[in-house]
């Protein structure tokens, strides 16, 4: 069996509740360029899978595992007077602003990750000023040593080219390296990528949605050190 030296993470249902992060940011998001129409407002969530009224993803909503790029180009078309650029904009503006819920406290088990001689690292599909403004508030940027979003210059997920630039970056070949994420962009990139593909349940799927695509399915990834101490014995 192959050690895993690495571990890749997801950022948004993986290392920060997915509920509590882009709940609040798609009422501020949807409610601002609305022009503060509710009905408008209504609208433009039901386009995204976003119900303003119940404060509630779809499980399909392309803000699950979309890039900002494409839930824009979703909500162009409704939104005319904004141009696509300028949309991209006030998404992510809004999106560094989002409040971050730590799946468990991230300090701490990061650092038992690193104590462990880990490389650790960061592949979301957010935009990468937001991602490193969320992993900044919480004090973990430094911990990492790759942080990408789709803007990177590596593409998004489910293509594997975050995902190679992170084994690259390292000097690790990608089946030494575990992906660890919420949903199946994040898997099907692991598996693209030639890496173990480690799903959690702290996003909006299930454990039926993600098992067929993943090595191992864990509550949260607090249960990382118990599961790699497993692959060792």
Not at 135 to 154: E, H, N, P, R
């Amino acid at each position: 069996m192959t050690v895993i030296k690495a571990l890749l993470f997801d950022k948004d249902g993986t290392l920060f509740d997915f509920g509590a992060t882009w709940q609040a940011w798609a009422q501020a998001f949807l409610t601002r360029i609305s022009g503060d129409d509710p009905d408008r407002a209504a609208a433009l969530g039901a386009a995204v899978g976003f119900d303003m009224a119940a404060n509630a993803f779809s499980r399909d909503s392309i803000v699950i595992a979309g890039t900002p790029g494409e839930v824009a180009a979703v909500l162009s078309p409704h939104v005319p007077e904004l141009s696509l650029e300028g949309l991209i904009d006030v998404l992510n503006t809004e999106a560094a602003r989002a409040p971050q819920t730590e799946v468990t406290p991230l300090v701490p088990l990061l650092g038992r990750l690193q104590d462990r001689g880990l490389r650790l690292g960061v592949a979301t599909n957010d935009a990468e000023a937001p991602a490193r403004a969320h992993l900044d508030k919480a004090g973990v940027t430094q911990m990492f040593d790759f942080i990408a979003g789709f803007d990177s210059g590596f593409g998004g997920k489910p293509a594997a080219g975050q995902l190679l630039a992170f084994a690259a970056h390292v000097g690790l070949q990608p089946s030494e390296i575990a992906m660890i994420g919420d949903s199946t962009h994040d898997l099907l990139a692991a598996e693209a990528a030639g890496m173990m593909r480690i799903a959690v349940l702290t996003g909006l799927a299930r454990a039926d949605d993600l098992g067929p695509y993943a090595d191992a399915v864990l509550p949260d990834i607090s249960h990382l050190p118990r599961w790699l101490d497993d692959q060792t014995r």
